[in-house]
């Protein structure tokens, strides 16, 4: 025991052919550091609007109509406050899904408004299927049932809010569709998830 | 030279004419000189009360007692008739439009509102806690009938 302790200390310690072991360690943690540092600024980066804008122009434009852009609170909702998951793992799944789009991107899927139009609903009811399945947890993300007043909202938010919506049957998105964008044809859809 | 001279006359005629305007007393609804720029009125705040409003006469389109902020009505989807149509109405307990709007013009109904009644806000408005500038004169068809 005390033999093979003795062992990899002389590794450790010892010179290796050009830095010791230990250096190597510590310099690869350094250097792990900041690859690190560096890979996370990076998924920092690709979740600023500067970002998302590059590609979707259009939409930033109509956010900008949207109580989720300017509203008496002054909070703001951005791109991925909406759209990329707040926990890291799903965020790198997101992200790896992401990657699809810039392929989609090069082969210019939606690279003009024509285009976009008629994809629109496509990418929509892929939206709506993700908020669906996740229970809306990027609206819950800011907007928590728990903490809802109903004394404070409006009539009609508090007769949905109080029965659907508290009972589990509907989530946000069943009834808030088209809340930060424009809706492509909806005729065929069911709007208020209440049909 | 001249081109100057022709400049200042106009501009004293242009002078001249709005001290006389604003001079002269024109009872008008904007209450100050015509060439004072007015601070422009609070912003009004739209009803959102869900609260019937009465009407003021039998085919008087009904007003909306709520906000209809960034609600969307255009060729691709319709809002309003997210919970105004018929088949939501149950949910939502709201008033289902009326019958005259599957109606075509020549009175035939039609399976889903007709295109000339598909714009709500053409006939329907929300209604705000603005004061009237000017006091309302209606009367109402019983107070006339009653001859008041």
């Keep these: ?195 | 030279m001249n081109a100057f001279k022709t400049l200042a006359l106009v501009a004293a005629a242009a002078f001249a004419g709005a001290t006389a305007i604003a001079s002269d007393n024109f009872a008008t609804l904007r209450d100050g000189a015509i060439a004072q720029e007015k601070d422009a009125p609070r912003f009004a705040k739209v009803e959102n009360n869900d609260i019937k409003r009465k009407r003021a006469y039998p085919m008087q389109p009904p007003t909306i007692p709520h906000k209809i902020d960034g609600y969307q009505v255009d060729l691709n989807v319709n809002r309003c008739m997210a919970c105004h149509s018929r088949r939501v109405t149950e949910a939502t307990q709201a008033p289902m439009v009326s019958v005259t709007h599957y109606m075509d013009r020549d009175g035939n109904f039609l399976a889903d509102v007709s295109p000339r009644r598909y714009f709500c806000q053409q006939c329907h408005v929300t209604q705000t806690d603005a004061r009237p500038v000017l006091a309302n004169e209606f009367v109402d068809i019983d107070e006339l009938l009653q001859g008041r």
């Design chain 1, 1 to 195: 025991m005390k033999a093979l302790l003795l062992k990899y200390w002389r590794v450790i310690s010892g010179p290796s052919k050009h830095y010791s072991l230990g250096f190597l360690t510590m310099g690869g943690f350094v250097m792990g550091v900041i690859f690190w540092g560096g890979f996370n600024t990076a998924m920092e980066f690709t979740n600023t609007e500067v970002f998302c804008t590059s590609c979707h122009e259009n939409l930033y434009a109509e956010l900008q109509d949207t109580v989720h852009f300017t509203n008496r609170s002054g909070v703001r909702a951005i791109c991925s406050s909406c759209h990329v998951p707040h926990d890291w793992t799903d965020k790198i799944a997101r992200k790896m899904q992401a990657s699809k789009e810039v392929f989609a991107w090069m082969t210019g899927s939606i690279s003009t408004p024509e285009k976009f139009e008629a994809r629109r609903l496509t990418l929509a009811e892929r939206e709506w299927h993700r908020l669906k399945a996740n229970d809306s947890l990027e609206c819950r993300n800011c907007h928590q049932f728990d903490y809802m007043d109903f004394t404070a909202q409006s009539q009609r938010a508090v007769n949905m809010h109080s029965t659907a919506l508290a009972g589990g049957d509907k989530t946000c998105i069943d009834c808030h569709k088209g809340i930060a964008h424009r809706l492509p044809d909806m005729s065929g859809v069911d709007m208020a998830g209440l049909d």
